[in-house]
């Protein structure tokens, strides 16, 4: 053994020893074992002498940038001065909120004050959030400067001591001032952050009461809305309370929501500037639009109605803006709203003129009143009596209007869908209308504001989104024009389809819009929402199969958008790629098919997963079922197989001309288990894949779609064959399923007995319309033919009759022939009959006579 691997094994042994020790003294008693001493704090480190002035340097540098970043933060000046703003907009809602929490006060309105309030709590938790980062960090940097401070302290001492010269001793001392200085200035900064602290809770607090007193309100609105919250309109409470409150709280509430207002275009200007943007750029493309909309109207008629749409460029470049001010100003107060709504009503009904019949013209015009008549409601809402007496004069205009409106209609309107519809609705809002004024008058006050608010706001929707969308509509149309998309292979071919489907998904989401809108102007959305998923969520369970509503629609969606997806990739992928990367007809096809299994095959994964069901138990189950059908169905998996076998070897494509047995037609698809196949009689040969692959099949077009077909013509001799030859060529080439490439042929094939025999070659890639097209071209040539004169004979026999002197001479044999084999008729058989018996030529093109 030599010396080295001795030396291996003793350290082996000595760390074995040592493990050995170490584990028993992890295994002793607890109380063997001696406690921890504390451990103490290490004594500060002073900076040797020859770091000193690189130390130094570093540190004062450090300082600097904090003194420079203490002497202007970005962050606490901006949470000052929003917090300003917010606290005046606190104060003018609170005020507005005090005077709206009253009996009666409509759900919408206590729905809008709640959504404002959110807004401000989000905004003052989001200046708290950034208030105590802050001060988190300026912690962090008092405690850092602290250390700091001990450390030069005890290097002044170290060099004290050490008899450094005065230059570092002085350079030590400006360390320690400047950190006494950033030291002090981060003190008073993390004081100014506490203060606003406490001011931004002070206000929270204000806003989560406000928020409290609302959803109290709101929910003793709901409780009472059956009860009678307020005396009957007739009773000398009413009256007396309006005419105080015309002259007190108008001015009050009127100055607080111009208060708000002016509160909000100071602190949120940009956003303004915005939105002013934004309608420029919408102003220059419309300007545009109705340019080049109105010069394919020129050209297509069928534009029409989309172009009045588009000829009011600024109108509808407003209403665009105003539409999309919502995900801008989406923390705007009610009087910004108001104005914006006043702006919009012009566009509205300059854009509904153009859209809908001039006999519903009024109705389009009473909306509008009834706008500003709500709006002039909403500003009024602090002060009830008011409010009061302005929805009952609005209602009882309202259903003056409404009963002229169906009358008329009634009486001379046509009977179109649109007249119809307005009909049934304005019957339904001359119910809702009386059932608003007696609620009003028998002082039902909040259920009256709850069905005016409700009511109004979903007319309101369904006039705005149904502008929008005729609009969108007109965009679309545009877009699909103009480039980029009108360079696209499928917007070219399939225009019309995709504009129709694009406008169909427009409506469909205007409705859905509309719904969900109108819910939320009833205050259902929460509700219906919150049931429907209660619904959905509902646990079904019969033995151990546990399953949900909610499972099942998603399965359903999912395996319906699965199949929307596959087919929206395949004809991508047919319009676009195919093309360009100019793939034969068998690849594409076979591309198509696997894309259309995958999309299956993941959307039943994923619709499998959204039932609910454990992938790994369906995997096992799968797994089971996949041996047991592979016994069970071995046809299936065979055709299956097969098909996969077709789509990617080819020896049969779609549309290929093929032969099985005695039956012969064009392959139409190639399915997962079977092929169709469609014949000449117009039927459908479904076949196996598998019988495709085992058995005989010829097929005519493999190595190319074309059909070669061939005529053969008859021409009476003494014609000029070079003649006759270029006049059929000629006609066969005029078809124009005739391919040019190869061009058609024409050889004189031999001499008949009775004429001159061609024969005419040519080709097509119908190859599902050929016997048509074979048929076309024999008409065409013997129309050609027949114009130029050129004969085409039929079979004759010449008969020669000789006149016998010797009548006894062939007395013996009445049958036999004569000297040119022709024999004497029998019986009643005239010579003119055994002339039109005479055999044809055996063509049965070709038709016989004498």
Known sequence: MTFARRAALLLAGLLLLCFAFGAQAQNASPSL???????????????????????SDSALERLNEIQSELSSNKTLDSVTRDLAATTKEIDARELETRRILRPGVALETLGDFETRWQKLADQLTAFSRQLTDRATALESELTQMSATRTTWKATLEFASKSNAPPEVVQRINQVVHGIDVSEEMLQNRRASVLTL?????????RANSALRSIRSAQSAAVNRLWSQDSPPIWSPEVRTDAAQSLGRDSQVSLGAQATQVRNYVEREWTKLIYVALLLIAFAIVMLRVKRDVARWTDKDRALNRTNRVLQSPFSTATLLTIVAARLILYDAPRGVWVILGTLALIPIVVVLRSLIDRHLFPLVNALVVFYFVAQLRALAAPIPALSRIILLLEMVGGLIFLIWFVRARRRSGPRTISNKTARI????????????????SLGYVGLANYLSVSILAAAYFAVALYAAARILEGLVLFALRTRPLASLGMVQRHQTLLHRRIARLIKVAAIVTWVLLSLSAFSLRETVISRTMALLNADIGVRWVHISLGAVVAFVVTIWITLFLSRFLRFLLKEEVYDRFHLARGPAYAVSTLVHYVVLLIGFYIAIAALGADMTKFAILAGAFGVGAGFGLQNIFNNFFSGLILLFERPV???DLIQVGDQTGVVRRIGIRASIIALDDKSQLIIPNGQLISEKVTNRTFSSLQ??????????????PEQVIALLVKTAAAHPNVTKDPPPDAVLKQFGEDALVFVLGFTTEDVARFPFVQSDVAVAVNAALREVGIEIPVPQRIVHLEQNDNPSKHSSDPHRADA???????????LADRANSSPSSGNPSQSSST
Request: hydrophobic share 35%; aromatic share 2%; net charge neutral.
């Open 33 to 55: 074992t001696p406690s921890p001493s504390p451990t103490a704090t290490p004594a500060p480190t002073a900076v040797p002498l020859a770091d000193i002035v690189s130390a």
């Open 707 to 720: 059909k070669r077909m061939e005529l053969t013509i008859r021409t009476a001799y003494g014609e000029n």
């Open 425 to 440: 609705a304005s019957s339904i809002a001359v119910a809702g209308f009386g059932a608003i004024i007696v609620a009003d």
């Open 820 to 830: 040119r084999g022709n024999l004497p008729p029998r019986g009643g058989e005239n």
């Open 197 to 205: 602290q406490t001011r931004v809770a002070e206000q929270t607090q």
């Open 653 to 655: 494509q779609v549309g």
